[in-house]
């Protein structure tokens, strides 16, 4: 190719330039071939080691339930699929055992499983990370609970379980919904904090909901449509109130729920006992009954529930108003 002299442009290099190319037109194909192969080799690889990581916790949050709401022995299985085996999801799936022995009873098998988790897994973040609590002193994860267990058993051997709750003799909360009135009387003689502090919360329960319930054991009073429970802004500390009374989680029981661990504050979980659980005694403060419709609170533990969340109710039961007496309620306690 000669000069183009009419434009003054000299594309002579550009001639050797293709020249070049075309004698090492194969080779320079090959390289670009394996330049792919090592790009699509090292992007499998990537995925795969991503995938690898995500495996234990697909395990763990992939199943129709999840590690809270699982049983002991559903955890077991958890822990003996290979996926999890030697992962950082297994202690996470041990700590949640113990936590699920614990609040099925067994607080002697949820003691030795966190006694094995601090002799096996001494270096997790469970068992080192030191985080303050209601008491302002700081206890890792691992520990909160096992002097939680401790405190509980000690409770537990000095007040014998009760063969009934006395009738309440404190004030009156009536739930209006369209599926009928539910009627709490209160126990200020034995709670005096918790009553308080249900009157100051129970007019919020209005235009909320009934949603969440594990059917025939226990139902929550006055959560958002989704379950949620509603933070109040009546207080700026101390809430939940806990007191320890001989108060036993008998059907019709009503309490604000204190799970084994630090919750974010001001979060009122009212929780109905539908049966008796005694394992809830000493962990969490009854201060009310239900006189009034317990069983329509059965009954509606046992409606349709959502797929994807069994826990969840698929029509929420509307609470359209909220009544408060000062007289006790005339109707002898349900449920004990």
């Known amino acids: 190719m000669a000069a183009d002299r009419t434009s003054g442009i000299d ?3 550009l001639e050797e330039t293709f020249d070049w190319l075309k004698a090492r037109k194969n080779t320079l194909v090959g390289t670009l071939l394996v330049v792919a192969l090592i790009w699509a080799a090292w ?28 049983t002991p022995d559903e955890l077991a299985t958890m822990l003996a699929d290979p996926k999890v085996k030697g992962t950082a999801a297994e202690p996470y ?6 936590l699920r022995r614990y609040e099925a009873g067994d607080s002697p098998g949820a003691l030795a499983a966190l006694a094995n988790f601090k002799r096996d897994y001494s270096s997790s973040a469970l068992a080192l990370a030191k985080l303050p ?57 034995v709670a005096p904090k ?14 909320r909901f009934i949603a969440k319930t594990a059917p025939d054991k226990w139902i929550e009073l006055g959560v958002t449509e989704a379950g949620i429970a509603f933070e109040t802004t009546e207080f700026t500390e101390g809430f939940p109130p806990f007191e320890q009374n001989a108060l036993s989680h008998f059907a019709g029981a009503v309490a604000f729920r204190q799970p084994p ?5 001001f979060n009122p979980d009212v929780r109905v006992a539908l049966a008796a659980d005694a394992n809830e005694d ?28 069994p826990q969840m109710l698929e029509a929420p039961v509307k609470i359209t108003d909220v009544q408060i007496s000062a007289a006790p309620p005339t109707v002898p306690a349900a449920g004990n």
């Open 133 to 189: 609590g209601s008491d302002l002193e700081l206890h890792s994860a691992v520990e909160r609970m096992e002097a939680q267990i401790q405190k509980l058993e000690q409770w537990r051997q000095q007040n014998p379980l009760p063969t009934n709750n006395p009738p309440p003799s404190g004030s009156a909360i009536t739930l209006v919904t369209d599926r009928g009135n539910i009627i709490i009387g209160l126990h200020p003689d």
């Open 43 to 70: 992007t499998f690889a990537s995925r795969q080691m991503d995938e690898s990581k995500r495996a234990p916790w697909q395990v763990v949050f992939g199943g129709a339930s999840q590690p809270w709401e699982s």
């Open 93 to 98: 799936l041990l700590y949640w055992q113990a």
């Open 261 to 265: 661990f630090t919750k974010g504050p």
């Open 11 to 13: 594309f002579t290099g």
């Open 282 to 309: 000493g962990r969490s403060t009854v201060f009310g009954t239900v006189v009034i419709g317990l069983d329509l609170l059965v009954a509606m533990s046992k409606d349709a529930r959502k797929a994807d969340n």
């Open 194 to 207: 918790s009553c308080e502090a249900f009157l100051k919360v129970a007019t919020a329960l209005k235009d």
